[in-house]
Nanobody, 126 residues
Framework: QVQLVESGGGLVQAGGSLRLSCAAS????????IGWYRQAPGKQREQREF??????????NYGDSVKGRFTISRDNAKNTVYLQMNTLKPEDTAVYYC?????????????????WGQGTQVTVSS
Protein backbone atom coordinates (compact mmCIF):
# COMPACT_ATOMS: atom_id res chain seq x y z
CA GLN A 1 0.00 0.00 0.00
CA VAL A 2 1.01 3.58 -0.68
CA GLN A 3 -0.14 6.68 1.14
CA LEU A 4 -0.03 10.10 -0.52
CA VAL A 5 -0.28 13.35 1.41
CA GLU A 6 -0.49 16.68 -0.37
CA SER A 7 0.39 20.09 1.00
CA GLY A 8 1.07 23.60 -0.21
CA GLY A 9 -2.30 24.71 -1.48
CA GLY A 10 -3.76 28.10 -0.70
CA LEU A 11 -5.07 31.39 -2.01
CA VAL A 12 -2.98 33.37 -4.47
CA GLN A 13 -3.56 36.25 -6.84
CA ALA A 14 -3.51 35.77 -10.58
CA GLY A 15 0.04 35.82 -11.86
CA GLY A 16 1.40 34.43 -8.62
CA SER A 17 3.06 31.13 -7.78
CA LEU A 18 2.55 28.18 -5.48
CA ARG A 19 4.42 24.95 -4.90
CA LEU A 20 2.55 21.82 -4.04
CA SER A 21 4.15 18.82 -2.39
CA CYS A 22 3.11 15.18 -2.35
CA ALA A 23 4.79 12.99 0.24
CA ALA A 24 4.58 9.29 -0.46
CA SER A 25 4.96 6.57 2.16
CA UNK A 26 4.53 2.83 2.34
CA UNK A 27 5.50 0.67 -0.62
CA UNK A 28 6.94 3.57 -2.60
CA UNK A 29 9.25 1.35 -4.64
CA UNK A 30 6.17 -0.02 -6.36
CA UNK A 31 5.34 3.36 -7.90
CA UNK A 32 6.07 3.67 -11.61
CA UNK A 33 4.33 6.97 -12.23
CA ILE A 34 3.28 9.75 -9.90
CA GLY A 35 1.80 13.15 -10.52
CA TRP A 36 -1.16 15.45 -10.27
CA TYR A 37 -4.75 15.75 -11.34
CA ARG A 38 -7.13 18.56 -10.52
CA GLN A 39 -10.87 18.81 -10.05
CA ALA A 40 -12.37 22.18 -10.79
CA PRO A 41 -15.40 23.53 -8.91
CA GLY A 42 -18.62 21.91 -10.04
CA LYS A 43 -16.84 19.07 -11.81
CA GLN A 44 -17.28 15.42 -10.92
CA ARG A 45 -14.54 13.03 -9.93
CA GLU A 46 -14.72 11.48 -13.39
CA GLN A 47 -13.87 14.88 -14.85
CA ARG A 48 -10.59 15.32 -13.07
CA GLU A 49 -8.07 16.90 -15.39
CA PHE A 50 -4.55 15.59 -15.87
CA UNK A 51 -1.96 18.14 -14.82
CA UNK A 52 1.47 16.52 -14.79
CA UNK A 53 3.33 13.31 -14.08
CA UNK A 54 6.85 12.05 -13.64
CA UNK A 55 7.73 8.40 -14.03
CA UNK A 56 10.41 6.14 -12.62
CA UNK A 57 12.87 7.10 -15.37
CA UNK A 58 12.34 10.80 -14.70
CA UNK A 59 10.35 11.50 -17.83
CA UNK A 60 7.72 14.18 -17.43
CA ASN A 61 4.48 14.98 -19.15
CA TYR A 62 2.05 17.89 -18.79
CA GLY A 63 -1.51 18.71 -19.61
CA ASP A 64 -1.94 21.24 -22.40
CA SER A 65 -3.45 23.87 -20.14
CA VAL A 66 -0.40 24.01 -17.85
CA LYS A 67 2.50 23.50 -20.26
CA GLY A 68 5.12 26.18 -19.86
CA ARG A 69 3.73 27.32 -16.50
CA PHE A 70 3.92 24.26 -14.24
CA THR A 71 6.92 22.08 -13.48
CA ILE A 72 6.90 18.69 -11.81
CA SER A 73 9.94 17.37 -9.99
CA ARG A 74 10.82 14.83 -7.35
CA ASP A 75 13.19 14.25 -4.47
CA ASN A 76 13.73 10.52 -4.25
CA ALA A 77 15.49 10.77 -0.90
CA LYS A 78 12.38 12.36 0.58
CA ASN A 79 9.87 10.33 -1.45
CA THR A 80 8.29 13.63 -2.38
CA VAL A 81 7.00 15.03 -5.64
CA TYR A 82 6.60 18.74 -6.22
CA LEU A 83 4.48 20.80 -8.53
CA GLN A 84 5.79 24.31 -9.07
CA MET A 85 2.96 26.43 -10.42
CA ASN A 86 3.81 29.80 -11.94
CA THR A 87 1.76 32.46 -13.69
CA LEU A 88 -1.36 31.13 -12.07
CA LYS A 89 -4.73 31.96 -13.59
CA PRO A 90 -8.22 31.96 -12.07
CA GLU A 91 -9.03 28.92 -14.18
CA ASP A 92 -6.33 27.00 -12.29
CA THR A 93 -8.62 27.09 -9.25
CA ALA A 94 -9.29 23.49 -8.24
CA VAL A 95 -8.58 20.78 -5.75
CA TYR A 96 -5.26 19.26 -6.71
CA TYR A 97 -4.85 15.55 -6.14
CA CYS A 98 -1.66 13.56 -6.05
CA UNK A 99 -1.98 10.26 -7.90
CA UNK A 100 0.23 7.22 -8.31
CA UNK A 101 0.22 4.17 -10.49
CA UNK A 102 2.19 0.99 -10.05
CA UNK A 103 1.79 -0.90 -13.30
CA UNK A 104 2.48 1.67 -16.01
CA UNK A 105 4.71 4.65 -16.76
CA UNK A 106 1.74 6.89 -17.45
CA UNK A 107 -0.92 7.85 -14.94
CA UNK A 108 -4.08 7.68 -16.96
CA UNK A 109 -6.81 6.74 -17.47
CA UNK A 110 -8.41 7.68 -14.16
CA UNK A 111 -9.76 4.19 -13.65
CA UNK A 112 -6.24 2.75 -13.68
CA UNK A 113 -4.77 4.93 -10.96
CA UNK A 114 -3.91 2.87 -7.91
CA UNK A 115 -3.55 5.55 -5.24
CA TRP A 116 -4.95 9.02 -4.58
CA GLY A 117 -4.19 11.63 -2.02
CA GLN A 118 -6.92 13.56 -0.23
CA GLY A 119 -6.34 16.73 -2.23
CA THR A 120 -5.28 20.28 -1.54
CA GLN A 121 -7.26 23.37 -2.49
CA VAL A 122 -5.73 25.96 -4.81
CA THR A 123 -7.67 29.18 -5.30
CA VAL A 124 -6.51 31.86 -7.72
CA SER A 125 -8.20 35.23 -7.42
CA SER A 126 -8.48 37.64 -10.32
Amino acid sequence: QVQLVESGGGLVQAGGSLRLSCAASGSTTSINAIGWYRQAPGKQREQREFVARINSSGATNYGDSVKGRFTISRDNAKNTVYLQMNTLKPEDTAVYYCAARTNAVNLGPLSEINYWGQGTQVTVSS
